[in-house]
């Protein structure tokens, strides 16, 4: 399953050239690549941005658990924690929503200049002639930025288009040098696609268990400049994101909810990630979308749609849905108090709770589109869409089942495991599992292998919930940083092979629980001077499990004084199982803690007051 | 040549404008058609090069003759420029000062003033390359670069009486040429005779030329698969069939251009060639989808003119006035740019694009299927159409049963009237400036080649003023070389 770079490709699938340094890369890749069939479904090669793309410094990427917790905060400081579930619906009113999401494509060159992509560079540093709108300067379609956009366009499942054409729209703005943006108004690349929402993605509950919506057409189209607003009424233009390729992905009016728009958006991106079509997510400026919202009263299926408006740029997961709960209410309003809903373009500030008029019907411009003349039509070849088709990554809803079914993680962590640190997350994951199973393997020594589900279960825990706990504020004063994750599954601060190792001590009872903990932290913050296996050596930290006399003596001592617990574990007719813990709770705390296995305490003391009963 | 890039790079930067002006001079050319001219002389052995303002070339500026690019120095030269320097020795000699933007059929809307007719200061010297016509006619230069969009290069040359040449289109690159109309636009030549146009395209091998930056120029495969099927040699006259379009015959035709026409037509009968009348019934239309289709995608071209990046800004805010620019383009174009822009505004506009903008996309498809019926080579561009005689207009004339008669070139007057005076152009007003181009512009719908050669009439009243009338050849599309074969053909039997 591995992608190749859109450069490297662009080259051999529209120029018929193979890079022998690109083969080199593929066998060193194959024979470093653990034969394991489970490695890495999707994105693997996520690492393998174009070979020019200038990297993305970017703005720190908040952590969707971070991102989750803050906003659950949030809601439960505005006490609005359980008003979102009911505010999906309003009784004797429809929603109906539909998205155009814009995404910046994973491309090193423009769409129609040579000039590189980039995201923090100096300002205007690639900027060709044509990006400037130079007079006499022409449009140089770039035929590799196709191949983010047809992966993008497959993952939608759209129908590609044979032969697609390029259209100026025309406006007067600072960000567009041209006085016109070239988009595909009338013919597009792809069309007829559709996504499906399931119940685990966290769609409205009304929608059941899954939900398809309808993509009506995907098409290619530039970007504008950035502008830079001055404290004195200036504005300043960065041109380096000029005619930067975009796609813009427009659905079918089909929501009726505003939890599954937002789901949309976010499957979007999720798909968009894995099929290295998109260079980052939402969060960091590379996806926004535009909803175009209306309701109409419920119970007569005849009655047509309402007037529609559209709120622009929303640029967060939250803030669609937000937006429209918002605007949906100020349009049910606006009716029950007899009013009429004026076909609009409106605007929405994070953190607002009303949508805000920005132009009306009167203030639209006419777009005026006209075929681009200097641009011939775009014709993609059957070979190109099946060639893009076999190497496509697996889709992020088969990794899931896959993580469930398999790996047996719950529906909800391996939801989180896919969507953290933009994919990353679960590379690491993979990495750690196949250290864990070498060691395992190689332990075993030919015996029968553990079962998969019970070693896996403890990589996703500590992938997830462990590594997530480092960074949070119980951490102490170092835990403001963040964990980096190499596209491709690396960690700096918490290397997996070390991780792997930890965990191959832990599963194999070498080392307990509250050990594991502490070495992670320390090799978090750096304080350890060798590695796991080294310091675990070195400060004698091994697990040394007392032995069953030992505990059978452990038992007598917490047993005492404690005849009424014994009496009810003994005669009650359902097992009290909290008292039975409350005893091995007792039993940790007042022996040498790091010597007792729980789990061979329970068990121990399970027999004891088996052998009571029996005599009872 | 690195050293030159560096200081020219240097230039392009606002800080040292000085630069380009110690390299041009302003001067006062007799009839005013240069805007800039290079003091430089050029070397012994070099062809002297009039340039048309529409083109980018190094240290002398190209402002379109618009006030909205005044002194605008491009940062890069065109592809034609560099070729004709590299293959020919070209030097360049100046700026020609044209119509602003190539909007125009007098080369009276330019910033700089119009451009005079040598021939008699009060006649109209065509347009919108009129300054490039006059430069090759009083000899300022041996050829000249000119703009042909619906006959730009045609109509100059043939009411100051020299040869315009217009290639098919996609033939010549027009990296560097600011557009007007992209899909009619064509960078054109001019000169006092045909062959040293001949000479610098096709003797250069230019024509062969491919240019990656301009997406309107042929690709090699097309280049090659045009070479292979359109035959180089102009054959014997006597193989030759030469049409006379019937529909140009129209009532408003000058009796001397009338008069010179069928004279030329005689006098190629009497040396052995064919002479047929050959019908294109969409004619009449031709000239409405031109002035359609071309402001349509002016507007488009010119929106980027607005002061931010380069060109010149309104000292007022840019948000001043009705609309964002509005101040900015209100001072920086001219009347008739500003026309052809809310012309064009308004047919592309989502009222009208179905009357107008697409409709004159579909009778420009006909003007070409024309074309295409009436010469003997089949278009090497597009798959050849089976015409049937029922799907043609019944005052089609048939040579024999199987059909109308096919022809290699077709010949006619290149404009209706010899040059008017510009007093009554400007009392005519701009709708009556359009109907000059009547003739030039269906060669422009369809892309393809035509030249407009001068022709001895025997007609007084066309030598009244000095000015011969002038013939248009038109021929297939890529049969460029053998047009000019037989244009240079015609100067030899002294039509």
Known sequence: MRRTATAELGRYLLQGRLSTRGCLKISQRAVCRQSSLRTSLAGASRSLQTASTSQPAGPPIVPLRKQWRDEAKQAKKHGKGKAKKDSQTVDGWELTVGIEVHAQLNTSKKLFSPAVTSFNDDPNSH???????????????????????????????????????????????????SGYQITQYYESFAKNGQITLLARDGIAPQDGDSVTIGIQKVQLEQDTAKTLAQSDDTQLLDFNRVGVPLIEIITEPQMHYPRTAAVLVRKIQMLLNTVDACVSGMETGGLRADV????????????????????????????????????????????????????????????STETRRLRGKEGEVDYRYMPDPDLAPVVIGEDLVQHLRQTLAVSPDMELDKLIAEFGLTAKDAVSLLNLDNGARVQYFYRVLNGLETMLQANAGGEEMPVLKSYAGVVGNWTIHELGRLTTSKAGPFSQVELDFTPGGECAQVPDAELSQLLYQLYTKRITGKVAKELLMGLYLGDLDA?????????????????????????????????????????????????????????????????????????????????????? | MRAALTRRAAQSSPASPRCVQCLQRRRHSTYNHFITQNERSPEPGAIRLAVKDNIATFNLPTSCASSILAEHPSPYEATIVQQLREHVNAHVVGKTNMDEFGMGSHSLNSAHGPVRNPAGQDLSTGGSSG?????????????????????????????????????????????????????????????????????SIFDSSIYQLTDPKDPTCLSLKTRQRCIKVTPVTLPDLSDVTIGLPLEYNIAELDPSIRSAWSQTAELLAA??????????????????????????????NLAKYDGVRYGVRSTTSDAAGDTLYSETRGVGFGDEVKRRILLGTYTLSSDAIDNYFLQAQRVRRLVQRDFDRVFRLASPLHEPVQFDLSDMPDTTDLQDKTGPAQVDFLLCPTAPTCPPRVEDVKTRGSVASYVNDVFTVPASLAGLPAVSVPVRSQDQGTAKHGVPASMQIIGQYWDDRRMLALAELMERLGV
């Open chain 1, 127 to 177: 900027v060709a002639l044509f990006d400037v709108a130079m007079p006499g300067s022409q449009p140089l379609f770039q035929n590799e930025v196709l191949i983010p956009a047809l992966r993008a366009a497959l993952a939608l499942n759209c129908d590609i288009q044979k032969t697609s054409r390029f259209d100026r729209k025309h406006y007067f703005w600072w960000d567009q040098p």
């Open chain 1, 292 to 351: 175009n919202v209306s309701v109409r009263r419920q119970g007569d299926p005849n009655t047509p749609l309402g007037t529609r408006t559209e709120i622009k740029n929303l640029s967060t997961i939250k803030a669609v849905e937000d937006a429209i709960i918002a605007e949906r209410d100020r349009q049910i309003r606006e009716l029950e108090a007899g009013g009429t809903i004026a076909g609009e373009t409106r605007g929405w500030a994070v953190g």
């Open chain 2, 271 to 300: 040396n052995g060639a064919t002479v047929v009348p050959v019908s294109l019934p969409t004619t009449p239309e031709a000239l409405c989808a031109y002035y359609v289709l071309a402001p349509a995608e002016a507007s488009s």
């Open chain 1, 531 to 616: 590695g796991i296996l080294e310091t675990i050596e070195s400060r004698d930290l091994w697990f040394q499990e007392l032995s069953t006399e030992e505990y059978n003596v452990q038992i007598d001592t917490v047993l005492e004084g404690e005849e009424r617990v014994l009496h009810e574990l003994v005669k009650a007719d359902v097992f009290p199982q909290r008292k039975l813990m409350f005893l091995i709770g007792k039993m940790i705390r007042s022996g040498p803690t790091e010597r007792i296995d729980p789990a061979t305490a329970e068990q121990l003391l399970r027999t004891r007051i088996a052998e009571l009963r029996a005599g009872a």
């Open chain 2, 131 to 199: 300054g490039s016509a006059v430069a090759v006619q009083v000899d300022d230069a041996d050829i000249a670069l000119g703009t042909d969009t619906g006959g730009s290069v045609r109509l100059p040359a043939a009411w100051i009486g020299c040869v315009g040449y217009k290639p098919s289109y996609g033939m010549l690159s027009r990296y560097g040429v600011v557009p007007y109309a992209n899909s009619l636009d064509t960078v054109g030549l001019l000169a006092r005779a045909t062959t040293p146009i001949r000479a």
